[in-house]
């Protein structure tokens, strides 16, 4: 039987696994009122500032939707890499907050953790007012299996051709109201508002059209700036409601979500006293803004001053930087790729305006040393614990790979200053950015700057001669320019006021700067405290740069960011600059207090566990119904885990696992248990010496199979592969209850005479010892693994077994008894796997290799041990127990061509299940077991589509069907059209 490595195959789709423990860190907590904090050393301020917004915000929250959690939230606070980044898991009630602030070109500035605290707490509350259920429920799975028909003689099922798995969760937010309600916190708290790079996002999408339809908003797995919008056109559909119905419509909303329906659509009909669904509101709500829009921006639409757009590929251009000649132009683009932040460095040639991807990876500001030579920033590699920080790199135009120049010195934006040979960057640590000041031919960071209150710098630029530095700085809200002096060492505001200034750039005794005076982003100088303007833009225009009188700037147009040169510097009317009524936005702010304490209360960290979670399921399995659980519960920073599930059906068969990691350690350890039972009914004929069937004598067996496999290993990461070390036992038993019942007439009557009769033995037992290691590179993008680009998967594991199998029944002369023979069937095993993927751009085709070689070293191991080369896993064209593809050894290759179809919503169940995206792929395949002997080929097309359920869960739907080919007459391949094999698989992934 082979049921519980089918049994392993399909848990593991849905465990997720880190592979960086960071056991070098010493973690401490704390509680408040109402919170428990989590932190390691060295973030110490980042965690003072966190308690104490936490508590601030606490009751607002909490008052606005009437829920309190049932526990104190947890709070983990982390700066083991430089990521930014804060998630809420509404089910452990647990918040998890990287220390780095946010710096993205798509949101405006905010004091990050009065910003981030508060959105991801609205998060937990807004949504657990939102539950159907406790969370100790998360949610109920419905799954199933199908198997072929065809099947060994000592195996119960075929292999399965057919899985799926459906979840129905306990709540259903779409993320549009999600991320609207935390973003909007509450009427109280205004720590994020509409800002004006919200602003223009949502006005660029209505000006082009663009705007997601309100079943778009219901999910994400977008690419470009689709995900942004969601949050936006969110936020602002949010508003709106609130303008409409007053405050008390987003607790309404959630309150009835919290009830039988899924559909937020409903939801909102029911909120509104059965006068507005949600999409009649979408649309009232598209009218008013489109109107409030082309009102706003009369003078704009007719003064405009954009310059000329060189590049606009992709939908990330960004930090256009002129090289000291002015020949060339440095900037970061993502035209190759999905995502926002997919950034790569590109040279631009202002002579004939070619350009040239330089290097992948690159973050944030670049700087020329000389034209030939650039210093970028680039997130590092991996140190020994896993952790990726900023640094700086060096690079000739005619490199190919650059020179790395500060390591882990989490560095990023350098600016160079020729005549002082001096190179700027700016270094966040524990929430806290200043400058560092190096000589560029011997580096040596040092720091100059002394921000201690959590502000963030952005940017850095020199003046011409090097005696001054010029940055940006977020200490509430929005930025604000100031300059460091050199030689007096002290730190000033060159501007200020209720606009956000940022970006500058200095120039013959002007500073170059973007600002949103009037509510829109433009280009702007300031001459004698006098701000003048260069630009009038629809959406936005940011990071300029100059040479002589050649200005490049990043311009935000039609769905992303562009680079634009302007030849002129000629003053714009401030009065034509901008919305013609500007609204003008009061946020709020936490004061926060110098002398905070609350490390002082700290205690070493012990293992604490989150709630243990019940997932009721329900599952299909060989035309029986399954009812059991997963259960599952964590260390709140993620050292322990632990999963386990349970089913059983009405003929008493039982699957059971557990699987335990922890993870405080380097490597991770684990432990895997699991157990099955299969009971079946087997009725034989009895038979004379002669094969003469004696039909009064009926012999039934009840024969029950019990299962059990465990798994003791260690996992890793080390030079770009995952390596597992694993230890396996496995024990397969067998029990046998026989009844033999012989009915005859014996003096005119009829007789029954039953015995009965038992027997228990093992049938197979094994020991292995295995090396397993892979190895994954594929260009991320939005379509995932339903659409892989470019990129491989190397996968192989080389292992050695000590296996006993039985050979036949036999009397034990010591015992009296009759058991198993098992016979040792020893063997080395070797099995690799390797897939490489390929995207033809020019007609949109995915190209997807893949070859699989795996071979037993002893040639005369039972075949219970050989490798299935057919069927799901293989060529599927034939059964997985096809006989001639089963042997010692397997090898196969598989080409899949997928193109695209169909790229937007084609169906959907009401507004909260979709399906967004449509591939037809065509496969040929061909192989053969050992000893080759004349290989196998098997053709057939295939069908996948990506889409959600509930707003939030992935759904993977993937359809086959194969046809198996034969060789005539030596040379010529016929399809075998009357054996074709179907399979489908409906899960979270492909």
Same mark, same amino acid.
């Given at each position: 039987?082979?049921?519980?490595?089918?049994?392993?195959?399909?848990?593991?789709?849905?465990?997720?696994?880190?592979?960086?423990?960071?056991?070098?860190?010493?973690?401490?907590?704390?509680?408040?009122d109402?919170?428990?904090?989590?932190?390691?050393?060295?973030?110490?301020?980042?965690?003072?500032?966190?308690?104490?917004?936490?508590?601030?915000?606490?009751?607002?929250?909490? $008052?606005?939707?009437?829920?309190?959690?049932?526990?104190?939230?947890?709070?983990?606070?982390?700066?083991?890499?430089?990521?930014?980044?804060?998630?809420?898991?509404?089910? @452990? $009630?647990?918040?998890?907050?990287?220390?780095?602030?946010?710096?993205?070109?798509?949101?405006?500035?905010?004091?990050?953790?009065?910003?981030?605290?508060?959105?991801?707490f609205?998060?937990?509350?807004?949504?657990?007012?939102?539950?159907?259920?406790?969370?100790?429920?998360?949610?109920?799975?419905?799954?199933?299996?199908?198997?072929?028909?065809?099947?060994?003689? @000592?195996?119960?099922?075929?292999?399965?051709?057919?899985?799926?798995?459906?979840?129905?969760?306990?709540?259903a937010v779409?993320?549009?109201?999600?991320?609207?309600?935390?973003q909007?916190?509450?009427p109280?708290?205004?720590?994020?508002? =509409?800002?004006?790079?919200?602003?223009?996002?949502?006005?660029?999408?209505?000006?082009?059209?663009?705007?997601?339809?309100?079943?778009?908003?219901?999910?994400?797995?977008?690419?470009g700036?689709?995900?942004?919008?969601?949050?936006?056109?969110?936020?602002?559909?949010?508003?709106?409601?609130?303008?409409k119905?007053?405050?008390?419509?987003?607790?309404?909303?959630?309150?009835?979500l919290?009830?039988?329906?899924?559909?937020?659509?409903?939801?909102?009909?029911?909120?509104?006293?059965?006068?507005?669904s949600?999409?009649?509101?979408?649309?009232?709500?598209?009218?008013?803004?489109?109107?409030?829009?082309y009102?706003?921006?009369?003078?704009?639409?007719?003064?405009?001053?954009?310059?000329?757009?060189?590049?606009?590929?992709?939908?990330?251009?960004?930090?256009?930087?002129?090289s000291?000649?002015?020949?060339?132009?440095?900037?970061?683009?993502?035209?190759?790729?999905?995502?926002?932040?997919?950034?790569?460095?590109?040279?631009?040639?202002?002579?004939d305006?070619?350009?040239?991807?330089?290097?992948?990876?690159?973050?944030?500001?670049?700087? =020329?040393?000389?034209?030939?030579?650039?210093?970028?920033?680039?997130?590092?590699?991996?140190?020994?614990y896993?952790?990726?920080?900023?640094?700086?790199?060096?690079?000739?135009?005619n490199?190919?790979?650059?020179?790395?120049?500060?390591?882990?010195?989490?560095?990023r934006?350098p600016?160079?200053?020729?005549?002082?040979?001096?190179?700027?960057?700016i270094?966040?640590?524990d929430?806290?950015s200043n400058?560092?000041?190096?000589?560029? @031919?011997?580096?040596?960071?040092?720091?100059?700057?002394?921000?201690?209150?959590?502000?963030?710098i952005?940017t850095?630029?020199?003046?011409?001669?090097?005696?001054k530095?010029?940055?940006?700085?977020?200490?509430?809200?929005?930025r604000?320019?100031?300059?460091?002096?050199?030689?007096?060492?002290?730190?000033?505001?060159?501007?200020?006021?209720?606009?956000?200034?940022?970006?500058?750039?200095?120039?013959?005794?002007?500073?170059?700067?973007s600002?949103?005076?009037?509510?829109?982003? $433009?280009?702007?100088?300031?001459?004698?405290?006098?701000?003048?303007?260069?630009?009038?833009?629809?959406?936005?225009?940011?990071?300029?740069?100059?040479?002589?009188n050649?200005?490049?700037?990043s311009?935000?147009?039609?769905?992303?960011?562009?680079?634009?040169?302007?030849?002129?510097?000629?003053?714009?009317?401030?009065?034509?600059?901008?919305?013609?009524?500007?609204?003008?936005?009061?946020?709020?702010?936490?004061?926060?207090?110098?002398?905070?304490?609350?490390?002082?209360?700290?205690?070493?960290?012990?293992?604490?566990?989150?709630?243990?979670?019940?997932?009721?399921?329900?599952?299909?399995?060989?035309?029986?119904?399954?009812y059991?659980?997963y259960?599952?519960?964590?260390d709140?920073?993620?050292?322990?885990?632990?999963?386990?599930?349970?089913?059983?059906?009405?003929?008493?068969?039982?699957?059971a696992m557990?699987?335990?990691?922890?993870?405080?350690?380097?490597?991770?350890?684990?432990?895997?248990?699991?157990?099955?039972?299969?009971?079946?009914?087997?009725?034989?004929?009895?038979?004379t010496?002669?094969?003469?069937?004696?039909?009064?004598?009926?012999?039934s067996?009840?024969?029950?199979?019990?299962?059990?496999?465990?798994?003791?290993?260690?996992?890793?990461?080390?030079?770009?592969?995952?390596?597992?070390?694993?230890?396996?036992?496995?024990?397969?038993?067998?029990?046998?209850?026989?009844?033999?019942?012989?009915?005859?007439?014996?003096?005119?009557s009829?007789?029954?005479?039953?015995?009965?009769?038992?027997?228990?033995?093992?049938?197979?037992?094994?020991?292995?010892?295995?090396?397993?290691?892979?190895?994954k590179?594929?260009i991320?993008?939005f379509?995932?693994?339903?659409f892989?680009?470019?990129?491989?998967?190397?996968?192989?594991?080389?292992?050695y077994?000590?296996?006993?199998?039985?050979?036949?029944?036999?009397?034990?002369?010591?015992?009296?008894?009759?058991g198993?023979?098992?016979?040792?069937?020893?063997?080395?095993?070797?099995?690799?796997?390797?897939?490489?993927?390929?995207y033809?751009?020019?007609? $949109?085709?995915?190209?997807?290799?893949?070859?699989r070689?795996?071979?037993?070293?002893?040639?005369d191991? @039972?075949?219970?041990?050989?490798?299935?080369g057919?069927?799901?896993?293989?060529?599927?064209?034939?059964?997985?127990?096809?006989?001639?593809?089963?042997?010692?050894?397997?090898?196969?290759?598989?080409?899949?061509?997928?193109?695209?179809?169909?790229?937007?919503?084609?169906?959907?169940?009401?507004?909260?299940?979709?399906?967004?995206?449509?591939s037809?792929?065509?496969?040929f395949?061909?192989?053969?077991?050992?000893?080759i002997n004349?290989?196998?080929?098997?053709?057939?097309?295939?069908?996948?589509?990506?889409?959600f359920?509930f707003?939030?869960?992935?759904?993977?739907v993937?359809?086959?069907?194969h046809?198996?080919?034969?060789?005539?007459?030596?040379?010529?391949?016929?399809?075998?059209?009357?054996?074709?094999?179907?399979?489908?698989?409906l899960?979270?992934?492909?």
């Open positions: 039987m082979k049921l519980v490595s089918i049994i392993i195959l399909f848990l593991n789709l849905s465990v997720a696994q880190t592979w960086y423990n960071h056991s070098e860190l010493v973690w401490k907590t704390f509680e408040t109402h919170f428990i904090f989590y932190y390691h050393e060295g973030t110490e301020n980042t965690i003072s500032e966190a308690a104490y917004v936490a508590e601030k915000i606490y009751e607002p929250i909490t $008052n606005y939707y009437k829920y309190r959690p049932k526990n104190k939230t947890s709070i983990i606070i982390k700066d083991t890499d430089d990521i930014s980044n804060g998630t809420a898991y509404y089910y @452990d $009630n647990k918040i998890e907050i990287w220390a780095h602030p946010l710096d993205f070109d798509l949101r405006g500035s905010h004091r990050w953790l009065q910003n981030v605290i508060t959105h991801e609205t998060h937990i509350i807004q949504i657990g007012s939102a539950m159907k259920a406790s969370t100790r429920f998360p949610a109920i799975y419905f799954q199933g299996f199908s198997y072929e028909d065809e099947k060994r003689d @000592d195996v119960l099922y075929g292999y399965p051709n057919t899985m799926f798995s459906i979840p129905v969760p306990g709540v779409p993320p549009w109201l999600a991320e609207g309600t935390a909007y916190m509450s109280e708290l205004s720590y994020d508002f =509409w800002d004006s790079h919200r602003d223009m996002m949502l006005r660029d999408l209505v000006l082009n059209k663009k705007l997601l339809s309100f079943n778009q908003m219901n999910s994400f797995g977008k690419k700036i689709g995900g942004e919008a969601v949050y936006n056109q969110g936020f602002s559909f949010s508003k709106y409601l609130i303008q119905f007053g405050s008390s419509i987003l607790p309404t909303i959630s309150n009835e919290a009830k039988s329906s899924y559909s937020v659509n409903n939801a909102i009909l029911k909120s509104t006293q059965n006068k507005f949600g999409y009649k509101l979408y649309d009232k709500w598209v009218n008013e803004i489109e109107k409030n829009y009102n706003q921006l009369e003078n704009v639409l007719k003064n405009t001053v954009k310059g000329q757009i060189i590049e606009d590929l992709g939908t990330t251009n960004l930090f256009p930087k002129i000291p000649s002015g020949q060339k132009l440095a900037y970061l683009s993502n035209q190759d790729n999905d995502y926002f932040g997919q950034t790569d460095l590109f040279i631009y040639e202002f002579s305006s070619s350009k040239k991807k330089l290097i992948s990876g690159v973050k944030y500001a670049p700087t =020329w040393i000389n034209d030939t030579t650039i210093i970028f920033t680039m997130r590092s590699k991996p140190n020994k896993g952790s990726r920080y900023y640094d700086l790199y060096k690079m000739s135009l490199q190919k790979e650059p020179d790395q120049i500060t390591k882990e010195q989490r560095l934006s600016s160079f200053n020729n005549n002082t040979n001096l190179l700027a960057a270094s966040t640590t929430g806290l400058i560092y000041l190096s000589d560029a @031919d011997s580096i040596n960071f040092n720091k100059v700057t002394n921000f201690n209150n959590q502000e963030y952005s850095v630029s020199w003046n011409e001669d090097g005696s530095l010029y940055f940006d700085v977020i200490v509430d809200h929005g604000d320019i100031y300059i460091y002096d050199i030689d007096s060492k002290n730190t000033s505001i060159s501007v200020d006021n209720f606009d956000d200034c940022r970006n500058p750039v200095p120039f013959n005794d002007k500073i170059l700067f600002t949103d005076h009037n509510g829109i982003f $433009n280009i702007a100088y300031q001459d004698f405290n006098q701000i003048k303007y260069l630009t009038n833009v629809s959406g936005g225009a940011f990071m300029p740069d100059v040479f002589e050649k200005l490049v700037f311009l935000y147009e039609n769905g992303g960011y562009k680079i634009a040169i302007l030849e002129e510097f000629i003053p714009i009317d401030e009065n034509v600059v901008g919305y013609k009524n500007p609204e003008y936005i009061q946020p709020s702010n936490i004061n926060i207090p110098t002398d905070l304490s609350y490390t002082t209360s700290s205690k070493d960290y012990d293992i604490s566990l989150t709630e243990f979670h019940f997932v009721p399921r329900v599952m299909l399995d060989y035309e029986t119904v399954k059991g659980f259960g599952f519960t964590e709140i920073i993620g050292q322990l885990s632990l999963f386990s599930g349970f089913s059983i059906n009405k003929l008493s068969d039982i699957d557990i699987m335990l990691e922890y993870k405080k350690l380097y490597p991770t350890l684990y432990a895997n248990m699991f157990w099955a039972s299969r009971n079946t009914e087997q009725n034989f004929d009895y038979y010496v002669d094969s003469l069937i004696v039909d009064n004598i009926d012999i067996n009840e024969v029950d199979y019990h299962l059990f496999s465990s798994d003791l290993g260690i996992r890793f990461t080390k030079y770009n592969f995952k390596f597992w070390l694993n230890y396996n036992y496995t024990l397969y038993n067998q029990k046998i209850y026989q009844t033999v019942t012989q009915e005859f007439i014996s003096n005119g009829n007789q029954t005479i039953t015995s009965y009769g038992k027997l228990g033995f093992d049938y197979y037992s094994g020991n292995v010892l295995s090396l397993r290691l892979s190895s590179k594929i991320p993008q379509l995932g693994n339903m892989p680009k470019n990129g491989y998967i190397f996968d192989m594991t080389i292992g077994e000590w296996n006993d199998f039985m050979e036949g029944i036999a009397l034990n002369e010591d015992y009296g008894t009759y198993s023979v098992l016979k040792p069937n020893n063997t080395g095993r070797f099995d690799l796997t390797f897939n490489w993927y390929n033809i751009k020019k007609f $949109n085709f995915s190209l997807e290799n893949s070859i070689i795996a071979y037993l070293l002893n040639d191991v @039972d075949d219970f041990f050989h490798f299935f057919g069927g799901l896993p293989g060529l599927k064209g034939y059964t997985f127990y096809d006989r001639e593809l089963t042997g010692r050894g397997v090898i196969n290759r598989s080409v899949y061509i997928r193109k695209m179809i169909l790229d937007k919503r084609f169906t959907g169940l009401k507004d909260f299940v979709s399906f967004d995206k449509l037809l792929g065509f496969v395949q061909y192989g053969d077991a050992f000893p004349k290989p196998k080929f098997s053709s057939g097309f295939e069908l996948r589509s990506r889409g359920l707003y939030g869960y992935p759904a993977a993937t359809f086959e069907h046809y198996p080919i034969t060789i005539v007459n030596n040379d010529v391949l016929s399809f075998n059209f009357n054996h074709g094999k179907s399979y489908f698989k899960l979270f992934d492909f």
